[in-house]
Every structure is written in structure tokens, then in C-alpha cells.
């Protein structure tokens, strides 16, 4: 690093990545926190910076930098951090010491027989709920439910549900198959075999045949449920449960989607009047894929579908993995499949198109149908994204309020692309007052921002959230 590169970092203050100590005689602390940063996202620690972000440097002797060393020694899994000497511009004797650590690959990671992690610009105790995380997550990549031994053999797979399979990835583009493989071929190809040439669990959960799954696999299949109002005490309109594999799963469930989402009709340039769901398909797939591939099998219980009269809700059993937060899925962020081989089977049929980027698309996808964004929640035992109907938006807790068709049209315009108010009311056709009264009412609803000041400013949509709570409008 270089001395600028410290002067900005430190201008920036503290945060999760970030800490300052005035000299080496903090060492053991800034060991502590360096073993919360394994556990978090990495980061640096900056020796010679007070804690309001002054460079101070500090002597720097024969043993500063064993010094060091030997305190991050304590850290367990040992993982020393890389130290950098970074001269104090305009004083000759004095330095900075930079202390940088990556995200740890062996979580989690303790100082002196405790586990830390960063909460803000703090080091704080981490609970047990999170230490079991971290060690169910770092046995995860050894031992895969979807890679154990199901017990079945090729008369538990639906023959026609692989040929299926084979050709929607030959015509994807997305798998190298003959056209004529057989099951045994394509199973093996997409490695979905166990040690002994048998269907593992995962090519059960993908192509068994129902015969097979009902009372063996308890978590596999789904429940649909569409509800008069929007709560589930309410009365049911509809309800089904599905013990079946992924795919059939997956085409009910979306099939029930279309039934109970509203399609209105609009009048296109033919002599037809033309109808789409309310909720773009796109979108409805991606809520349904990511709750089927992600899901944490190990947990008896179905992903749940319900059709609310202000959202579509889709919950799937487990939790998020690899620290990321609801918040994360709004920003780009890496692809963390907690069942890759399974994941991998849904992008190579053409149901899943990116990895890693579906919560941005249906961001943006609900925003150009005019429909606010979707909300996606999470605790220890489930992940939840509700998708919010026409006329309504959702609140961070996940809960619909209504919304107007005008301020539906200002969020459709701006998904195509940042605007400025005045560039906004004319492209809608209202006056620059109105245009500012509903960007003042979708800002507080957390739904858009002003980028730039001045003539300069632009509107645009409020995709990266942070993991407050957003201010509510009075209704």
C-alpha cells in the first residue's frame, strides 16, 4: 500500500473491514480483532492511526513486527496476517504498519480460545448459533447431502424427466449430451452417481419418481396455499401439497403462481387484447428456483408457496450460508450454492440464467412492471422472499401497503434508467411538482434515491440496502 492509499482508508473511518490502533502495544487486541475479520469478510488493521483516523506512525524496531506475529499466533486456526511498512510522509523515523487478513477458508476462527466477530467498527463476542453455523458450513464442503448414497437404483428415476432434461440442455446450449444418452450417461455426466454407480440422493431429488420419494424423503416437494387475504389465518382459496421431485415441483408450483396471480388485459397493436401475470413469470421463476436449489435438504420440511392478496411469498427451509445477510442480495455478490450440483442441473435446463445475480434481475424486473422491490428475510431456520402484487409494496419486514399507478410508472421508468425530476415528469407527462411529491413519497418508502447534487442530481432505483429498517410513510 502507499501512504495515500492509508491517508484514505483512514479518512473513511472504522468499520467491519477496518481498524485503527495507535501503536503495536495493541497488538493482542488487534489480534482479537484480525481473528474476527477471518470470521467476517477480512480486513485490516492500521498501527500508528488514532482512533479518530489521524496517521501518527510509530518507531518501528528489530521486534515490532515479530512483535506482531507472535500475539496473531493465537489466532486458531493459526493464520498469520500479511504485514505491510508503510512510511509516515514528512516524518523520517516514524511508520505505519498495515495488518491484513482475507475472509478465512477454515471458520471459525478463535483468539486465545474465544470466537469474535465484527458487528460495525466493533469486536464483539460471537453466539454459539453462529460458531455451529460456521463449523456445519465447513463440513458442508466435505459432506454434501446431495452427494450421499440414496439407497435407490435406476428404477427410482423417471426416465422421461431425464430425457426432458437431456434435450431443454442440448437446446439450452448448456450441456454437451448426444441426443440419444441414455439415463445412466446423463446421470454420470452431471455427476448425480455415487461411488457404487447408483442414483445419489441429489438425482432422487431432481428425477425420482413420486412412488419413490413418499414418507423417504420428507423434504422433498412443496405446499401451495393461496389466501383470500393477507394473513394465513384467513381463509384458503386454494391449497396443495406436492411430494415430488424438484422439476415437478417446480412446474406446479409455477403453474399454481399463474392461477391466482391477476393477468389484466391490455390491447396491443393487433386486434387481440394481450394478458401477462401481474408478477413477471421471470420473476416468479427465480423466487421458486432459488428456494429449491438453495434449500438446506437435511431439514425435514417442504418449501412453502402462498399466494397472499398483497404478495407471493416463498419460504424455503434453512438459512443463509457463507455470511451473507438479506442485505447482501441487493448488492453484487457471489454465488454460494449450498447444493451446487443440484444448482448447477437447474442453469443447465435453462431455469436458473446466471449465477450469483438472480436477486438483482428480480429487482429490477418487478421494478420495470411497475411493482416495488421484492423483500427477502431471513433467520436460523428458513429464507423467505415475499414479491409484492400490483398496487401494493412491501415494507422490510415483508409486509404489503398500497401503492399508486402513478408512482408504479415512476419506478417502471426508472428501471430503465436513472433520470433527473424534470426529465422524469416529461417523460411521464405530469407536472415537476408532482414528479417531486411522489420521489419524495417512493425515498421514504426506501424505494429510490437521488444520486449528485445540484443540476447534476439523478434519480434512480434504491437497489443496495443496508440491514436497517427503512423510514414508513404515513398512509
Known amino acids: 500500500m502507499t501512504p495515500e492509499e492509508v491517508a484514505d482508508l483512514a479518512q473513511q473511518g472504522e468499520?467491519?473491514?477496518?481498524?485503527?490502533?495507535?501503536?503495536?502495544?495493541?497488538?493482542?487486541?488487534?489480534?482479537?480483532?484480525l481473528s474476527a475479520m477471518l470470521n467476517g469478510r477480512g480486513g485490516r488493521v492500521i498501527f500508528g492511526v488514532s482512533p479518530k483516523g489521524e496517521a501518527t506512525g510509530q518507531q518501528v524496531g528489530e521486534r515490532t513486527l515479530t512483535d506482531i506475529t507472535n500475539a496473531c499466533n493465537n489466532i486458531h486456526p493459526q493464520h498469520p496476517p500479511s504485514i505491510d511498512r508503510i512510511p509516515l510522509p514528512g516524518a523520517a523515523d516514524l511508520e505505519l504498519i498495515v495488518a491484513t487478513v482475507s475472509a478465512g477458508a477454515n471458520k471459525p476462527y478463535s483468539f486465545n480460545g474465544i470466537h469474535y466477530m465484527r458487528s460495525g467498527a466493533a469486536t464483539v463476542g460471537m453466539p454459539d448459533e453462529t460458531q455451529l453455523s460456521m463449523v456445519l458450513e465447513r463440513a458442508h464442503g466435505l459432506q454434501r447431502w446431495e452427494l450421499e448414497a440414496s439407497e435407490c437404483d435406476f428404477g427410482h428415476i423417471d426416465e422421461r424427466e431425464v430425457h426432458h432434461f437431456r434435450d431443454d440442455a442440448i437446446t439450452a446450449g448448456r450441456a454437451r449430451f448426444e441426443p440419444d444418452a441414455d439415463v445412466p450417461e446423463v446421470l454420470r455426466?452431471?455427476?448425480?452417481?455415487?461411488?457404487?454407480?447408483?442414483?445419489?440422493?441429489?438425482?432422487?431429488?431432481?428425477?425420482?419418481?413420486?412412488?419413490?420419494?413418499a414418507g423417504r424423503f420428507p423434504s422433498l416437494g412443496c405446499r401451495l396455499v393461496a389466501v383470500d387475504g393477507t394473513e394465513l389465518g384467513e381463509e384458503y382459496r386454494d391449497g396443495v401439497l406436492l411430494e415430488t421431485n424438484v422439476y415437478a415441483s417446480l412446474r406446479r408450483a409455477q403453474a399454481f403462481c399463474d392461477e391466482h396471480l391477476h393477468r389484466p388485459f391490455r390491447i396491443g397493436n393487433g386486434l387481440q387484447a394481450l394478458s401477462e401475470s401481474e408478477i413477471p413469470g421471470a420473476v416468479v421463476r427465480e423466487a421458486l428456483a432459488n428456494a429449491f436449489g438453495h434449500r438446506d435438504y437435511v431439514i425435514p420440511g417442504l418449501v412453502q408457496v402462498r399466494v397472499f392478496a398483497d404478495r407471493l411469498e416463498v419460504t424455503s427451509p434453512g438459512q443463509l450460508h457463507f455470511g451473507l445477510t438479506p442485505a447482501d442480495l441487493y448488492r453484487p455478490h457471489s454465488s454460494y450454492p449450498w447444493n451446487p450440483i443440484m444448482l448447477g442441473c437447474l442453469y443447465r435446463r435453462g431455469i436458473v440464467e446466471q449465477l450469483g445475480s438472480g436477486t438483482l434481475r428480480m429487482v429490477r424486473q418487478c421494478a420495470a412492471a411497475g411493482l416495488g422491490r421484492p423483500i427477502f428475510t431471513a433467520d436460523s431456520t428458513a429464507v423467505t422472499c415475499s414479491v409484492p402484487r400490483r398496487g401494493h409494496w412491501l415494507a422490510p419486514d415483508g409486509k404489503g401497503h398500497p401503492i399508486s399507478a402513478h408512482e408504479a410508472a415512476v419506478l417502471a421508468a426508472l428501471a430503465e434508467e436513472p433520470a433527473a425530476r424534470s426529465e422524469l415528469a416529461g417523460k411521464l407527462d405530469i407536472s415537476v411538482t408532482d414528479a417531486r411529491r411522489m420521489l419524495d413519497d417512493l425515498r421514504h418508502l426506501g424505494l429510490v434515491r437521488v444520486v449528485g447534487h445540484g443540476r447534476g442530481a439523478r434519480w434512480t432505483l434504491d437497489i443496495a440496502v443496508d440491514d436497517g429498517p427503512r423510514p414508513q410513510r404515513l398512509l
Open 15 to 33: 468499520s467491519e473491514t477496518l481498524e485503527f490502533k495507535a501503536s503495536t502495544g495493541q497488538r493482542h487486541e488487534a489480534a482479537k480483532t
Open 189 to 213: 455426466a452431471l455427476n448425480l452417481l455415487d461411488d457404487d454407480g447408483r442414483p445419489n440422493r441429489a438425482a432422487i431429488a431432481l428425477f425420482g419418481h413420486v412412488e419413490t420419494l
